[in-house]
Each structure stands twice: as C-alpha cells, then as structure tokens.
C-alpha cells in the first residue's frame, strides 16, 4: 500500500530524516518508535505533504505522492491526528465531524445560501453518516456538546473519529496516547484493532508508551537522529542491541517490554 524509500528532508544544515525506508501492506498496524527529536513526527508530515521532502520516494498503491499537498493526499484516503489535538473546540462534536465530509459535497455556494433541496439532502446524508461515526465511538449521546467540553479521552476518540470521515484506508496516528491514563490507554490499544478490523485501515502509530506499541502492532520501526537503525517485530525490537540503547536505555526499555 505504501512504499517509502530513502526519505530525506534537511533544514539548513540540519539532516532530520536520512534514507528512511518503510512499506506498510493493507491492513497492518506499524509502529514507528524513537527518542524525542528522532524525526518521527516529520516522517508524518513528508507523508501528508506538510513537508516537502529533500530526497527519496513516496509511492500509494502505486503512485506517486512525493510533494502533494496535504488536501490533495486527503483525497488519496490517507488520514492523520496530531501529537496536539487539532479539533475545533469551539463547534460541537457532531460539526468536528461533519467538517472532514466538506471536500465530498457537490452542492455550490448558491446552493448553500439559498438551501435548495440538493443542499438539504447533502447535509442531511452528511449528518447521518457522520452520527453513525460518533456512535461507533460512544460519542454520539455527546453530539451537541462543544468540543472543548469533551473529557480528554474523548477528545481523542473524537479526532480520530473525524479523521475515519475521510473513509481512509491509511490513518497515521501521531502519539494518540499522549496524556491518557492507564486505562485509558489500555482502551485506546482495544480502539485501535477494533478500527483495522472494522474500518480495513492500515495503522501508522508513533508513540511513546512502549506497552501499547507493543501489544498492537504488527511490526515496528525505530528511529534516532534521523535513521532507521532497527525494524522487526515486537520480540525482535525488545531484544534488539541498538534499540535498547539508543531508545530508553538498556533497563528502561527491558521494563517496558516486559510488562508489555
């Protein structure tokens, strides 16, 4: 599905991605670990167009995507969430939504204003659809509530449910459990094979909790300044030399893993 090889980008003087390779198949969770400041957020953002990449290929299902703007890769079914959450905290949870469905609609500006029949049946698909989102994410009882009201568990659900409004078939998730608590975090690990199982979306997840990245995903790739220097499956990663050194530090990173 995707196939990255050697991405680069520099800033100045400043190499932050060298040579990355990564190739993700439908439907498998991947986990793209690494110290702060390793380059793995920007990896994000060359495969959503945030950034332009210095050198290297980008191809999705066979095309070429390298230097594509960011609304234009949406188009593609790739689908992304921040490492801060990006919602509209001033709308309720049901126009957050109903938001990511904007790029679809065929009806004009006049059709808005004055609100013909093809406007009224647009939105009221548009809001249908976007309801059975929130249900499928408990959040449809909250639907009317003001984003920023939103507890921040659901704050998060919320982002990736309106990042699923795109109908991705990648979604690159950017430290979903950032802030969460362990319970939290644990529901978010069953969350998201519930949505490879039920949405068929590959995963892309950065992350720090080495528990959930563990328990999750498929394979997992790791980065430090820049480089992939490991990739494999949970068991290889654990056990691997330069993971354990560079990533945590030897004992950190075996505690982790073990109660992984």
């Given amino acids: 599905m995707l196939k990255v090889e050697k991405l680069t980008i520099q800033f100045g003087g400043l190499k932050a991605v060298s040579e990355f390779d990564l190739h993700i ?53 790739i689908a992304r969430t921040f490492q801060n959450i990006r919602l509209f905290s001033n709308l309720t949870v049901l126009d957050n939504v109903k938001i990511s469905f ?31 989102l929130l249900k499928a994410f408990d959040l449809d009882i909250k639907a009317n509530e003001l984003a920023k009201n939103l507890s921040y568990g659901d704050q998060r659900r919320l982002e990736i449910a309106r990042a699923l409004a795109v ?7 950017d430290e979903p459990a950032a802030g969460m608590n362990p319970q939290e975090t644990h529901e978010l690990m069953n969350l998201i094979s519930w949505i490879r199982d039920n949405f068929n979306v590959a995963v892309l997840l950065i992350e720090h909790d080495m528990k959930l990245v563990m328990g999750v995903c498929e394979r997992i790739a790791v980065l430090d300044y820049g480089k992939k220097i490991a990739e494999g499956t949970p068991e290889e990663i654990k056990k691997n030399p330069r993971v354990i050194e560079a990533y945590l530090g030897g004992t950190c990173l075996e505690e982790e893993a073990a109660n992984a």
């Fill in 167 to 173: 109908e991705p078939e990648l979604l690159l998730l």
């Fill in 102 to 132: 904007s790029y679809r609609v065929k009806y004009n500006l006049f059709d808005a204003v004055v609100k013909t029949p093809k406007y009224k049946r647009e939105e009221r698909e548009i809001e249908k659809k976007s309801l059975e």
């Fill in 25 to 77: 198949k439908p439907k498998e969770v991947i986990g793209l670990i690494g110290p702060n400041g390793a380059g793995k957020t920007t990896v994000f953002n060359m495969l959503t167009g945030v950034y332009s990449p210095t050198a290297g290929t980008i191809s999705y299902k066979g095309e070429n995507i390298h230097g594509l703007k960011p609304y234009y890769i949406t188009q593609k079914k």
